[in-house]
């Protein structure tokens, strides 16, 4: 059945043989799985062989939109690059803001998928429904925010949006990641290596055509009821006066602000890289596409205006760091999307180089010279540029500190910080243990948007150092965000399934009940288990590292708290057993049968 919100046409690159091929959109999906991350997903399912190399040709980057982008539902311009990460080996959604889905859309498509491996530097160029591959030789070695320069001068189109990664991409650094039009990045999980793998540097997109919306003027009064109603609300004003730098301050005073390398919750200086620090130095905010939120923030840095950190490089790359200089951080923000790294896996595997600097375990001499003690913000920016070139001790760098912990034999009960590969961000598990449940149980390693429990427990109600109500929370969580981020509607709205049903049927042009979202986002969350456990993932790699459950926070209100190991497995059980899984984490048959999974 043809759905509203959906133009039914993909463009599939394959750069080993320079073909491109316009396929109709796999229609039998869309109910079933809508757009997103959920189509992404059960595109890459069906089409990547299990343990394809990450990084070889057989592996695919699968841009998806949803079917609210392009349209003007508010904070609805994200879109997701799907494939299987790098740095995890898991499977990989990784969301930009910008204007880019949308134009995705405006050309004609609903997805683009791009497969092999070109024998030079490419990039493609889509206009209008024509989609041709370009050489990119002359843009090799070059910083992101150049490449998307030279590509619109040499198109003539100032209003081309373009992606692109940097040297680290280039170079197969294993968390580098796409930046869009300077300001928006896709971070975790190193899309951009899959990217650079390929010799892909860049996708530079515009067009002229519009969304499909099934039912138009419904759709504009329940867009324009749900603005007033439900976005631009008392409770969400937070995103548009403050946006997420808001949250250092909250996380500091409850005591799970990461600081020196997971030691502390609280930082001595966060009053020195909180919101009103960026509000100092703001110069404008921005938006993403049609979105009245307009939470990014753009702030003047020694005579520059640059993009302002977010919450997660605040945290990681200024307390976790030692680090209270905030415009040294807007400019390590600055250096990461250019060079095309994750900030947050940067950033931490530099506190680790810290940690082992003060520890007397790693020597000057051994990393190019640089003096490396916590807080010396010259040491992050020359560090963030080695691991981003890819040179110098950033070669070891550049396998984060997973990679840094097995290179010098470290034992990892003591330093890991990562689930499934991915290191931990912003908020300490030791105080918010809904967070170390959602850490443990998302797909794409520690992460912190698959289920942000953080905001029900150390930031809510609910007690923070319990599991008690924490498995049936994260639970929900994780299917609510498999569905937003199939329509894809941004984080920063805090939409229920009635909101979302409410703004899907007159796109679709039929009746979209609330249960039926629920239950698509369960599908989608145990598709992306079943990606998982068929790569070799299960209970084992479900661990919060061994550090959390044994050594306590250092002073403020978390002073020696830890993670209780024994109420951590028996919730993660409780959990599986709410999924439908067995103990290992492997959904049941009945499961599978309920969700329509089992063919
Ligand atoms: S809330 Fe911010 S990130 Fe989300 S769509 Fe709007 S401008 Fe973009």
């Known amino acids: 059945m043809k759905l509203g919100g959906y133009l039914g046409k993909v463009a599939r690159v394959d750069l080993s043989t320079n073909k491109v091929k316009i396929e109709d959109l796999r229609w039998e999906w869309v109910p079933s799985y809508i757009g997103g991350k959920g189509l992404g997903f059960k595109y890459l399912y069906e089409e990547l062989s299990p343990n394809v190399d990450p990084l070889s040709p057989a592996n695919k980057l699968i841009f998806m939109t949803g079917p609210l982008t392009g349209t003007t539902a508010p904070a609805a311009a994200k879109y997701v690059v799907v494939t299987k990460s790098p740095y995890t080996g898991t499977i990989l959604d990784s969301y930009f803001g910008g204007f880019f889905g949308a134009k995705l859309k405006f050309t004609g498509f609903d997805a683009l998928i791009v497969e092999g491996k070109a024998k030079k530097p490419v990039y493609l160029f889509i206009i209008d429904g024509k989609v041709e591959v370009k050489d990119a030789s002359h843009l090799r070695g070059k910083g992101a925010y150049d490449t998307i320069d030279i590509i619109k001068k040499d198109e003539g189109d100032a209003n081309l949006s373009v992606l692109a990664i940097g040297p680290a991409g280039e170079r197969l650094v294993k968390f580098a990641s796409i930046n869009v039009d300077v300001i928006w990045n896709a971070g975790r999980g190193g899309s951009g290596a899959v990217l650079g793998s390929k010799n892909l540097k860049a996708v530079a997109i515009n067009g002229h055509g519009s969304a499909p919306i099934a039912s138009k003027d419904e759709f504009v009064k329940v867009a324009k009821e749900l603005t007033e109603k439900s976005v631009l609300t008392e409770a969400n004003m ?77 945290a990681t790359a200024g307390s976790n760091c030692g680090i209270g200089d905030f415009e040294a951080i807007a400019e390590f923000n600055y250096m990461c999307g250019d060079l095309g790294i994750d900030t947050i896996s940067t950033a931490n595997t530099i ?21 490396a003690n916590f807080g010396n913000a010259e040491a992050l920016l020359r560090l963030a540029e080695k691991i981003g070139l890819n040179e110098g001790f950033g070669k070891i760098l550049s396998g984060g500190t997973r990679g840094l912990i097995e290179t010098l034999g470290l034992n990892p009960e003591k330093y890991a910080v990562d689930v499934k590969g991915l290191e931990v961000p912003g908020y300490d598990p030791r105080g918010t243990w809904g967070m170390a449940l959602a850490y443990s149980t998302a797909d794409r390693g520690a992460c912190h948007l698959r289920a942000w429990a953080v905001s029900q427990d150390a930031f809510g109600k609910m007690e923070p150092k319990t599991f008690v109500g924490k498995p049936a929370l994260v639970k929900n969580l994780e299917d609510l965000n498999s569905v937003k981020w199939s329509l894809i509607i941004c984080d920063f709205w805090l939409i229920n399934y009635e909101g979302m049903a409410k703004l899907l049927s007159p796109v679709w042009g039929v009746t979209v009940r609330p249960e039926e979202l629920n239950l698509i986002g369960e599908r989608i969350w145990n598709l992306g288990r079943l990606f998982n456990i068929r790569e070799g993932f299960s209970r084992k790699n479900d661990k919060l590292p061994p550090k959390f459950f044994k050594q306590p926070l250092v002073g403020g209100p978390t002073n020696g708290v830890k993670v209780s190991e024994e109420h951590f497995e028996k919730a993660l059980t409780e959990y599986y057993s709410i999924r439908g899984w067995n103990e290992m984490g492997i959904p049941k048959k009945e499961t599978l049968k309920r969700l329509s999974l089992t063919d």
């Not at 890289?273 to 130095?281: C, F, Q, S």
């Open 238 to 314: 937070w995103a548009k006066t403050d946006g997420t730098p808001i949250i250092v301050d909250m996380s500091n005073n409850v005591g799970i602000l990461l600081t020196r390398y997971y030691k502390s919750g609280i930082f001595e200086e966060a009053d020195k890289i909180n919101t009103d620090i960026v509000k100092a130095h703001l110069v404008e905010v921005r938006a993403c596409y049609a979105c009245p939120l307009a939470c990014k923030r753009l702030v003047k840095v020694k005579n520059r205006v640059i993009k302002a950190p977010e919450y997660e490089t605040l």
């Open 351 to 371: 506190a680790l180089v810290m940690e082992l600097y003060e520890e007397g375990l790693l020597k000057k001499d051994q990393i190019d010279g640089i003096e």
